[in-house]
């Protein structure tokens, strides 16, 4: 299965600031996907990241509050911009990683976020 | 009602016990199953996978489907206090399909 690495892996900040957050993957995949995993709560998937087009975000998410690069088919970026309190969170890069059709998701380790 | 559903716990068991873990869910579409587990401050690990109906065993786990009752439940066998984490259902309809999360139910397995 693929291996996952994401940077920082916590990170404190102020309210108003923005954070990028970064996800690599050791082999190339096509589909990656970004989480939020709020206290207490399960996954929230925010959007999907494929290398070559525009991320596509689900009901709640947008754009301008969460800009997603996908460079190359190894890295993804997440933005989390004009951050408030509600944005902490853990959140989580995936792929899928699909060797025998299986269509399974693995994760990484996550990043922890505290906005003050 | 919610699309899947997880008891959030926590269960605490005895080491050793057998520990029986369900998911419920209403989309009758529902056919790639998975369970993740998930240690505190770190990411969903892929414990299993089932497509479709059926029973799937991989050493003291098995995970079981019942697609009639549209319910999903992972088995831990001899548990041990390592498996103590929090478990994550997930489910799609299509092969591609964003998957949905159940809450997780907490599970600690006590010396």
């Known amino acids: 299965s693929a291996v996952i690495s994401q940077k920082p892996s916590r990170d404190i900040c102020q309210r108003g600031t923005s954070l990028t957050i970064q996800c690599q993957v050791d082999?190339?995949?096509?589909?990656m996907f970004w989480y939020r995993q709020q206290p207490g709560q399960s996954l929230t998937l925010i959007a999907t990241?494929?290398?070559?087009?525009?991320?596509?975000?689900e009901s709640g998410f947008v754009i301008d509050k969460f800009p997603i690069s996908r460079p190359n088919l190894t890295f993804s970026t997440l933005t989390v911009s004009n951050m408030s309190p509600e944005d902490s969170s853990i959140y989580l890069c995936?792929?899928?990683?699909?060797?025998?059709?299986?269509?399974?998701?693995?994760f990484g380790p996550g990043t922890r976020l505290t906005v003050l | 009602q919610k699309e899947v559903e997880q008891d959030p716990g926590p269960l605490s068991v005895p080491e050793g016990a057998i520990v029986s873990l369900n998911c419920t869910y209403s989309?009758?579409?529902?056919?790639?199953f998975m369970w993740y587990r998930q240690y505190s401050r770190k990411g969903p690990e892929l414990l299993m996978y089932?497509?479709?109906?059926g029973n799937k065993e991989d050493g003291r786990f098995t995970a079981q489907v019942d697609k009639s009752s549209k319910y999903i439940s992972l088995f831990i066998r001899d548990s041990q206090p390592s498996d103590s984490a929090t478990y994550l259902c997930?489910?799609?309809?299509?092969?591609?399909?964003?998957?949905?999360f159940g809450p997780g139910t907490r599970l600690s397995v006590l010396p």
């Open positions: 995936s792929v899928e990683d699909d060797p025998l059709g299986t269509d399974t998701q693995y």
């Open positions: 997930a489910m799609s309809a299509w092969y591609g399909q964003n998957f949905v």
């Open positions: 089932t497509y479709s109906s």
């Open positions: 989309n009758s579409a529902f056919q790639y």
């Open positions: 990241a494929n290398q070559g087009s525009e991320a596509t975000y």
């Open positions: 082999s190339q995949v096509t589909m």
